[in-house]
Structure formats: structure tokens, C-alpha cells
């Protein structure tokens, strides 16, 4: 290993210990104000306030002091689409036009190994420099653009959910699979990336208007197959897709109904969006255990809808992550997304705290992809994924700091409202420094 085994991180920590129950709740969260995490090869050995825990290191520990900085484990993005890096802001469309007029355009690329490969680049430098460390991603139906994915993902000791789309209809010919060989392709990527190191496949039917009942059949059977694999998938986005649902799978009673009677609904499936659910999905959400994933730039990008957090946590409660679903959604930052997404809610007439926010962004959405304890968090045994964030990254940032007397969720809150890519210091992998502000 090219790198000392062990590495330690000094500054003000902060990582949740519960999901906070609203502003102000202190008892959801751990904040040392002189903090050191200790990272011993690419896991947390060690979390506590730092004099103490530094007097017990050997004196040639490698240490990264950032004093005014915030510590936090990695931003996690639970639904992403590595392909669409480059039509991220593209002009004008609703869902099934901007699927059609841009994507499916862009994804027919990713055939090619090399511009997969080349692109992987690209996207693993930009969730890196937003403090992103894990992500849970569609990729194009080809197999060689997940190939180029995880072998990215690998070399940089980043810990990578994903999977090849599958899609038998409603396509361009060069972007459809079958319900046998997107079945098959599938096989072989849990064959050749599943468990293999950080990585993990995911069973990703794009959504039902591309997919025929026998892929849908086809992708229940994996799941079964593999009852640890996640499931992910898109559902009840816009009136037109849900429209188009309808019409191509009359026997269901509705859009969740369709994943439903397939077996793909469950604690391991994420459906990204969720936003027209009628009152029985949402009853059915909960009762599966499903997660619903808010995407708040890419909904109000593409004009879909608003997805109603306070209406999801109200008994029975829904599962619910938060993503950036570039290339609909308009930015790689987790920041701008909790931004956008608690816009969303004031347009609602509700509130979402900065505490809500952030420990969704992080031990919320590593819940969400069952990996609590394992990312999300800054207890030991965790990987040492860690994002350092600097809430006077920008003129205007500094100038509103100047006015808040040391008070943690108003800094939280300037972070999400007004942070970005600037606000990250430094963004580390497997106790690794991927990334470092210049
Ligand atoms: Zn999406």
C-alpha cells in the first residue's frame, strides 16, 4: 500500500447518532469542536477530542489539521445517472421529451469502452471534489459503461453502488437489451463486481414504460436470485409517465402496483421520486419497506413535481432518501441539492431542518442503502469516507458567518443554502485524501 496505514483527520467533527426529530434536537448528534478521527487501513479505529487521542499515536501519524473545518462523513447520492454527465442542463423538455430528445441520444455513447472510461474519470473527479464518497448509479444498458464504472470506482478505493439499465422497449434499438440477455448481462456484472472489494451491484430496471413484463419478470427473478442486491428504479415522477404506465400495464392498479406484482418492492429497492404517489402507494411504500428518493434539483429542473417530506414521515411513514438524479438533476453537490430540496418544502408550507438535511445526506441515505455502520457515520468500524467542509468558502459565505456566534445549525444551514463545490476542503476515501481544495 502506497499509503501509511494509518492517517488522522483533526478538526470540528460532527456525525449523527439518530435521525433528528427537527431543529434544535442536540441528542441526535456527536460534535467535538477539537476533534480527531483516526482512519487504520481505510476504516475508523478511533473517534474522540483530539489532545487526549493524539498523545496516544505513534509521533509519525500522518495528521490533517483543518482547524476551522468541518468534519463529516462523505456525502452519500443514493440515485445518479453516471451517463448523463453531459446533458446535465440540457434546454426545455418534461420527462419523456427530455428522455427522448437528450438522454437516450448521450447514453447510445457509452458502447464505446473508451468514452466510458474517459467519462468515469470525469465523474468520479466531480463527486470527489463535491464530498460525495459513495453513490448508488444507473449506467447505460450497456455493460461495458458499468465495467468502466467500478473499475474507476475501484482505483480509487471509492465504495460504488450501480448497475447496467435494463430496457426492452420504448428505446432507441442501440439502447435496448432483452427480458434474457438484460437478465443474463446482469448475471455476469454480479459475477464479475459484486463484492468485490468496496463494490456492489444493483438490479436496475430503468422504469416501467422501457421495460416489458417479462423483463420486469426477468428482474424479480434476480432479486430473488440475489435477496442482498438493491433494486433500483424510478416511479411516479411526472403525469405523463404515469399516464404512459397505465396504458402499457392496464392489469395493475397503479404505477407502485406494477413493481409490486414483479417483487420488486421491498427494503432493498430504492424508486427514485416518488412524487404523485396516490395515498394506497404511499400506505404500500411503508408497508414494503420501500425507499422513496427526493431528488429536488432534477424535479424542479424538469418541471416534475414537489415531493412533500413532512406528507412521507407522517404515520405510516415512508422510507425517503435525497439525491442529486444528474443529468436531470442540475448539480453533483449535496449541498445545493439539500438547498433546492428545502426550497421544495417551503413551497409546501413546510420546514426542513439543516439537522434533518445533513444527517440524511449521510447516515439517512447509507440507511436508506443498507449500509448503516458501514458509511454515513464516524463511528469506529465505519470506512473513513469523510467530507471537510469550510463554511467561509466564499465571500458571502464568510460575510454571514461573521454574524452567527458559533452556533452549529446556523452554519449547517449556510453550508447547505449557500454552499457548493467551494465549500469543500477536502474530501477522503478509505482514510485516502481523493481530493484537497487548492
Ligand atoms: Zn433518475
Known sequence: MADPAWRAVRGRVLTFLAPPLGAGDGASYRYLADGLVLARDGRIAAVGEASPLLATLPADTPVDHYPDGLVLPGFIDPHIHFPQTQVIASYGAQLLEWLERYTFVEEQRFADAAHAAEQAVFFFDELARNGTTTALAFCSVHPVSADAFFTEAERRGMGMLGGKVMMDRNAPPALTDTAQSGYDETKALIERWHGRGRQR????????????PEQLAAAGALKRE???????????????????????????????????????TGERSLFGHCIHLTEAERRRMAETGSVAVFCPTSNLFIGSGLFEMGQAREAPAMRVAVATDVGGGTSFSMLRTLAEGYKVQQLLGRNWSALEAFHLATAGNAAALGLAGEIGTLEPGAFADLVVLDARATPVMANRMARIDGDLEEELFVLMTLGDDRAVRATYAAGRLIHAAS
Do not use: C
Open 226 to 264: 440475489h435477496p442482498d442486491l438493491l433494486v433500483q428504479t424510478h416511479l411516479s415522477e411526472n403525469h405523463a409517465e404515469i399516464e404512459t404506465v397505465r396504458r402499457l400495464f392496464p392489469e395493475a392498479t397503479g404505477y407502485l402496483d406494477v413493481y409490486d406484482r414483479f417483487g420488486l
Open 201 to 212: 451491484v444493483a438490479i436496475t430496471p430503468r422504469f416501467a414504460v422501457t421495460s416489458t
